[in-house]
């Protein structure tokens, strides 16, 4: 009972309060969802200052109706202009080294072998070579660099 008193009396700066709380939460649990619920709340508080007598089921229903609007229209965006970033390679590591020339370690056999990579050992595949052979990465697959001998090793 107190529940419904209480949404039969929502004013536009309890939407304000929602929208902040959303956003917040954005920043600590990143997702790029809540921003745009955040948003959401924000424009219904923005309709409910203009027009305060306005039921409280309509005002949930522009908060869902916003928010859905809202997610679909920023990853359509997003999809069709992906934000930029100098580090695109920061959470795969091994995309860094694709084009990197390295000198083998120990001899490739059976087409596998491992090969130490700035400060981590990384599992390689390619041609049977010796160790002190001069390899190029040509492709990443999971926690394995592909390789092929550079010419003239």
Do not use: C
């Not at 997702?31 to 203009?50: D, E, N, Q, R, T």
């Not at 522009?62 to 859905?68: D, N, T, Y």
């Amino acid at each position: 009972m107190a529940v419904l008193v209480y949404l039969e009396t929502l004013a536009y700066w309890d939407w304000f309060i929602a929208g902040v709380a959303l956003v917040i939460l954005e920043i600590l649990a990143p997702g790029a969802v809540f921003m745009w619920l955040g948003i959401a709340a924000g424009v219904v508080g923005g309709i409910v200052f203009f027009a305060p007598g306005l039921e409280w089921k309509i005002q949930f229903a522009l908060f869902a109706v916003l928010s859905v609007v809202s997610i679909v229209l920023s990853r359509r965006y997003l999809k069709r202009k992906p934000l930029e970033t100098d580090h695109p390679d920061l959470n795969r590591r091994g995309e860094q080294y694709v084009g990197r020339n390295f000198v083998l370690d120990e001899a490739l056999t059976g087409g596998r072998g491992r090969m130490k990579v700035d400060d981590t050992t990384w599992r390689v595949e390619g041609p049977d070579l010796p160790a002190g052979a001069s390899v190029r990465v040509r492709e990443v697959r999971g926690a394995t660099l592909l390789i092929e001998a550079v010419s003239g090793s």
